[in-house]
């Protein structure tokens, strides 16, 4: 079993910036993959980023490319999703999720592991 709990959610101005947290216990977090997600109202949940067991490689969905940075610290069992020039459309409950993979997939069904979710509200 993995545990993970999200933090730094909250509101923001449009322009404005985040930083999530993702905090990791039970079992050894650098044999998974991690990803953040997001989910608006009345959307389907959707990929945001992803980074490799090692921080090596990352993936980041277009609409974020440029603006989001993920990263992971393997000592602190804790990764990151640091979030600039946030727009309106980013608002979203964001879930952070484990994979048992070396690279972490962009299809949500691929997750083990998911977080309860925090929620990001960007005023225009």
């Known amino acids: 079993q993995v545990q993970l709990v999200e933090s730094g959610g909250g509101l923001v101005q449009a322009g404005g910036s985040l930083r999530l947290s993702c905090a990791a216990s039970g079992r050894t977090f650098s044999s998974y993959a991690m990803g953040w997600f997001r989910q608006a109202p009345g959307k389907e949940r959707e990929f945001v980023a992803s980074?490799?067991?090692?921080?090596?490689?990352?993936y980041y969905a277009d609409s974020v490319k440029g603006r989001f940075t993920i990263s992971r610290d393997n000592v602190k069992n804790t990764v990151y999703l640091q979030m600039n020039t946030l727009k309106p459309e980013d608002t979203a409950v964001y879930y952070c999720a484990a994979d048992y993979a070396i690279v972490g997939s962009l299809n949500s069904h691929e997750y083990d592991y998911w977080g309860q979710g925090t929620q990001v509200t960007v005023s225009s």
């Open positions: 980074i490799s067991r090692s921080g090596g490689r990352t």
